[in-house]
Nanobody, 115 residues
């Protein structure tokens, strides 16, 4: 089992920045990849960015604005979000993909971007 706790959400004006952090505990040795997803009201949850030992992957909508980073021990993952847009408003979820194929999720943190 992997337990995830997110922090860093909030309200920001368009063009501003926020940094989300996620700390993992429990069976962190089982972590393969970590990432961030988001879900806006009335929409499906979507990938924002993922990172593993070799690659990073970003949704087209955030490329050039968001940066994902992770420590070597795989105990935390951050998402630096710059030039935020109102359409970035959503609940952001931290995700862990274990080597077993299991997915673990955080409780979510609200990001609201005002125009």
């Amino acid at each position: 089992q992997v337990h995830l706790v997110e922090s860093g959400g909030g309200l920001v004006q368009a063009g501003g920045s926020l940094r989300l952090s996620c700390v993992a505990s429990g069976s962190i040795f089982s972590i393969n990849a970590m990432g961030w997803y988001r879900q806006a009201p009335g929409k499906q949850r979507e990938l924002v960015a993922t990172i593993d030992s070799r690659n990073t992957n970003y949704a087209d909508s955030v490329k050039g604005r968001f940066t994902i980073s992770r420590d070597i021990a795989k105990s935390w993952v951050d998402l630096q979000m710059n030039i935020l847009k109102p359409e970035d408003t959503a609940v952001y979820y931290c995700n862990v993909l274990a080597y077993s194929g299991n997915n673990y999720w955080g409780q979510g943190t609200q990001v609201t971007v005002s125009s």
